[in-house]
């Protein structure tokens, strides 16, 4: 099709004659009507002049490669493909702690199924969560979303080789407040609680005071929210 074809077409789908768009578009009068004409002084624009009627019309103008216009087919997933993880409305403060009332479920969120199974996670056990504070910043940040496996309600002893990479996050509830940090045991008798804050202190446990703590599972995946 003809661009003179093109922009008829499309100042009849406008319903406007040529001075009505040539107005409208603030356009010289005769701008659009050079390209339009109907006998052998039809002028042919340059590209900046068809560029310019077209953004006056309202018309995509492209000059590059060619574009695939095909459909494209969408095949939704198969159920058993994803699994459907339990969102809490508790948030799990990553400072001093925060005191949730019910552990209400808000929605769920989709993990494929092979995903979790490469972490160890058997959906059933999975749960997500949002983090309140910024003592775990920048790993964490206020409003991320997180992946806790409760069946990992345990902090164990690490192997010199695991001790090259940072100690494992836990959430956890302590005098009725529910928290987010690192935990490593450090002996027989004492534990480190620590945050990715440098502006935080680590805390030091005795194994009484640890064991007294609700852990309740181990982080394993975040998700982080724009803060723009």
């Given at each position: 099709m003809a661009f003179a074809d093109v922009i008829l077409s499309r100042?009849?789908?406008?319903?406007?004659?040529?001075?009505?768009?040539?107005?409208r578009a603030g356009l010289p009068q005769g701008y659009i009507r050079g390209v339009i004409r109907n006998d052998e002084k039809r002028a042919i624009p340059n590209l900046d002049k068809a560029a310019r009627i077209c953004e006056a019309l309202g018309l995509e103008f492209y000059f590059g490669p060619p574009r695939d216009h095909g459909a494209v087919e969408v095949v939704p997933p198969k159920d058993d493909d994803f699994a459907k993880i339990p969102i809490h409305e508790a948030t799990l403060a990553a400072g001093s702690g925060s005191v949730n009332g019910a552990e209400e479920i808000v929605g769920t969120l989709a993990f494929r199924s092979d995903w979790l199974r490469k972490l160890g996670v058997v959906a059933s056990k999975a749960r997500v969560a949002r983090v309140h504070g910024d003592s775990m910043a920048p790993t964490l940040c206020d409003g991320d979303m997180i992946l806790i496996d409760t069946s990992k309600t345990e902090v164990v002893s690490r192997s010199k080789a695991s001790r090259r990479r940072p100690p494992p996050i836990y959430a956890f509830v302590e005098d009725g407040a529910a928290r987010v940090k690192r935990i490593e045991r450090i002996d027989e008798d004492f534990y480190a609680v620590m945050s990715d804050n440098p502006e935080f202190q680590t805390e030091f446990k005795r194994k009484s005071s640890v064991n007294s703590m609700k852990i309740i599972g181990k982080v394993l995946w975040w998700g982080h929210t724009s803060q723009e």
């Open positions: 100042l009849d789908e406008l319903d406007l004659n040529v001075n009505q768009a040539e107005a």
